[in-house]
């Protein structure tokens, strides 16, 4: 069964980033399936429309599976148009429901831009609240950015500092640490999690003398995700723990928020780093990168990222079922 891919946003490089995964995985035989406007890829690849996933796999190295969307206005890449948000929404919508039915084995998301979803009316900060709101999980939805090097998680997401600081409560970093030792376990085969927790303040508040936020809330979340079994350590000082040497002590860091989180993974890994949506009763992930409107139609898009995250959904699902086979026995 192959994962649904979804158009993301047509001015940006999903289109560009989809016709060389299509050439890329034709080989490897680890199709997927595309939801969006053929009109977009004419003349690039060739597509067939299909009237379920299930006729893909027999099409998918002659042409690229399309469950066809039509958008409302043509498309200049890099220059992102409102208007054809409604599009851009439905075709995560479909590929959400597929997933739900089970008619594919996981969805995976082209880039979407925030700013135009939202002059299109779009209700939600990104894909990850939505996909949670499409499946009836708001709240337990948790983002990991992953690569070969690093896992990171950040308790606060798509908000202000200021908003971050507001919400960081010690209920939220353990429901949080709760969901990513969870899925470390069924989703990518880790028996024992190790969470590395970072510190919010310099030097982890430095017993108090910058803050204290460690000793008021995140040390007491530790001690709490510990008494459940979690295998869960810090504060650490956040500059000193993304390295080399601190990496191997850990399965995942477990951040104050975005960027304390994001700015490490893109670093080390931008080209393979993947961004999973955690707590989901579906599969999803997607490149670590956005819409790159700057260079969108210039040939300069590294279609990398996009092809791990079509590894990693694949991976993570072979896991789920083993660990649900396994939690039967
Ligand atoms: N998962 C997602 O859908 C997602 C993730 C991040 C950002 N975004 C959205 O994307 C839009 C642009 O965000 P941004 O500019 O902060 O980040 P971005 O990742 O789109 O671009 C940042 C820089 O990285 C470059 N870049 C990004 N992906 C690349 C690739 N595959 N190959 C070569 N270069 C690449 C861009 O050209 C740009 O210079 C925003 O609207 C944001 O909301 C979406
Ligand atoms: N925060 C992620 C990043 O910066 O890469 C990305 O914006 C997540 O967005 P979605 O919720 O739309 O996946």
Redesign the pocket.
């Known amino acids: 069964m192959f994962p649904a891919l979804t158009m ?1 946003d047509p001015a ?2 999903g289109p560009e ?1 989809t016709v060389e995964a299509w050439h890329r995985q034709r080989e490897s035989g680890e199709g997927f399936i595309w939801i969006g406007d053929p009109a977009l890829l004419d003349g690039y690849i060739p597509t067939r429309a299909v009237a379920n996933p299930q006729e893909a796999e027999a099409i998918f190295v002659e042409a690229l599976p399309v469950l066809p969307l039509a958008l409302a206005r043509p498309v200049t890449p890099g220059q992102p148009d409102f208007v054809n948000g409604a599009a851009v929404i439905e075709s995560i919508a479909l590929a959400t429901k597929l997933a739900l039915a089970g008619a594919v084995s996981a969805v995976v ?1 082209n ?6 979803l939202k002059q299109a009316g779009f209700g939600f900060p ?2 990850t609240e939505f996909l949670a709101d499409l499946c009836g999980v708001t709240g337990q939805e948790v983002m990991l950015l992953a690569s070969p090097r690093l896992r990171v998680v950040p308790v606060t997401v798509h908000v202000s500092i200021r908003r971050a600081l507001e919400m960081l409560t010690a209920e939220r970093i353990v429901q949080v640490g709760q969901i990513l030792a969870r899925a470390l376990r069924s989703d990518f085969g880790i028996e024992k999690p190790r969470l590395a927790v970072a510190g919010l303040n310099p030097h982890a508040g430095e017993g108090g003398l910058m803050g204290d936020e460690e000793q008021d809330t995140i040390f007491p979340a530790i001690e709490m995700l510990r008494a459940e079994g979690i295998d869960a350590f810090g504060p650490l000082p956040p500059d000193t723990m993304f390295t080399e040497k601190a990496r191997e002590s850990y399965d995942a860091a477990l951040c104050m928020y975005h960027d304390q989180a994001l700015i490490p993974l893109k670093t080390l890994d931008m080209a393979s780093g993947v ?1 999973a949506t955690l707590g989901l009763p579906i599969v999803r992930t ?2 670590d ?7 969108a139609g210039q040939g ?4 990398s ?1 996009l092809l791990a995250a079509l590894r990693m959904a694949q991976e993570m699902g072979a896991h789920r079922r083993a660990f649900g086979e396994k939690q039967a026995k």
């Open positions: 993301g940006g490089i980033l998301t880039p979407i831009s925030k700013q135009v990104g894909h961004n997607s490149p990168h956005g819409t790159a409107f700057d260079i300069k898009a590294d279609v990222s």
